[in-house]
Every structure is written in C-alpha cells, then in structure tokens.
C-alpha cells in the first residue's frame, strides 16, 4: 500500500520553465517515433524530480491521458472516422482484455512495495525497449491465425498490455501498434489510429482504480506540476513530429532503445 515515502513531495528547487522543458525533451523523443513518450518520461519524473514509483506512476498515466486526448484528433483526421469504423471489432477484441488488465494493473501497483515497484518498473523498460526494436527496425507481418484462435489470443494480449500500461503510466502504444499488425494484420498508421482508441479507455479505468487509493491525492498535491509538463510534452511531440524521418531510424531507435535500458538498471538500483 501507499506510504509517506511513496507520496514523496516534489523537491522545491525545480522551477516550472525546467518542469516544461524536461516534458518538452520527453515529447521529442516521442514525437519523433510516432509515439507520446511517457517510457522515457517516467525515469526522468523519479530520478530528476525525485517522485517515488507510485506517485511517478500516477502523474505519468495523467500526462499519458492529456497526450492521447490531444493526438486522437490528429490522428482521426489522418485516418478517416469511417475507415476505423469498420475496424471496430479489432478494438473491441482487445478492449476485452485491456480493460480488465488495466484494473488489475493498477491493484497489484498500489499493493507492491515500494522497492518491489521499482524492480517490476526496471523490467517493464526492458520489455518496452524491445518492442521499441521490434517494432521500428523490422518489418511486421501477420500471424494470420484463424477467427477462432485471434479472437482469445487479442484478449490475453490486450489484458498484458492493459497490465502494463497501468503500472508504467502508459498509452501503451509501443505494444499495442505491433499486436495489431501482428494478430490483425492492420498497416501500421491504421494500427497507430486504433491503438488511441483502446488507449483511452484503457487508461481511464486504470484511472478509476488508482482514484480508489489514498495515493491518488498525488495529482491534487501536484497539479501545476502535472500540467506544465503536460503541456511540454504536448509541445513537444508536435514538434518532434515535425522532425519524424529526420534522424535515420537505424540511429535514432537503438539510441532511444539504449536510454530505455540504462533507465531500467537505475529504476532496478532503487532503494
């Protein structure tokens, strides 16, 4: 459960300009890469602004949110309402497993210890650094696995990915974008587009779970903090999106992949 140290207060010596920065920074690296950057977002919240992993946790999963409420419209207007519309049963697939994940998700983060938390965080920036090669550096086919076998196994992944997504503080784009290519067989801007829509629900019920815990109070004690880094990294990803296919992404991908990893072994010497 939540402790004192969990709820850690924000350190007095950060100015707002360096709490909008560090979000600009983060929407960058996202930008670039199609995505909104909340993996690397949450070492920088604990190691430079010194949040335990619950509360980093939680004031990750609010920015996630603002993000993706932001990129949904864009991201319509680059693929026609009716065109997702016709996809709806591969949302609704994995909204049956995500939703249930994500509650699940945010249970077992307001239950771990404190240093349990940490190492289970380390682990996750392992995975997500993976799927960040996987998913940029490859080329993704399908598995093209009959109705009877795609239907559980978009369920099962859709509950990993909401158990995740909850415990990171995540979209959870970076798993969902190559689950749909790969069970579904969707491209990949189709599969960026209906990774939004499960996102978003999936975030809000991680959101009613962690509203049910004392170290939600989080949010309320930082919330200048949280929306000026929000909006850093809102700013951010726009203008790395400015910059997506400026950096060869046989250099840009293993640099991100390599700061992910360097992350997870710092998040798993953490007291």
Known sequence: MATDKDLAPLPTTHSMPVVFGAGAGIGVLGGMIGLGGAEFRLPLLISLF???ALSAVILNKAMSLVVVLVALPARLASVPAAELAARWPVAVNLLAGSLLGAWAGASWAVRMR???LYKVLAALMVLMAAALLVTHTTT????????????PCGVVAGFGIGVVAA??????????????????????????????????PTMLVAFA???????FAVLGAHARFTMVMAA??????????????VFPDLVLIPALAVILLLSAVKLARHD
């Open 114 to 116: 404190s240093a349990t």
């Open 232 to 245: 850093g990294s809102v700013a951010g990803a726009v203008l790395g999106g400015l910059l997506l296919g």
């Open 167 to 200: 415990i990171m503080g995540v979209a959870g784009g970076e798993l969902l974008i190559p689950t749909i290519v790969l069970l579904f067989g969707e491209d990949i801007k189709t599969a960026g587009s209906l990774s939004l829509l499960v996102s978003l």
């Open 140 to 151: 993704l086919g399908t598995l093209a696995l009959p109705l009877w076998a795609q239907v």
């Open 50 to 52: 010194a949040f335990a």
């Open 209 to 215: 779970r962690y509203s049910r815990d004392g170290s």
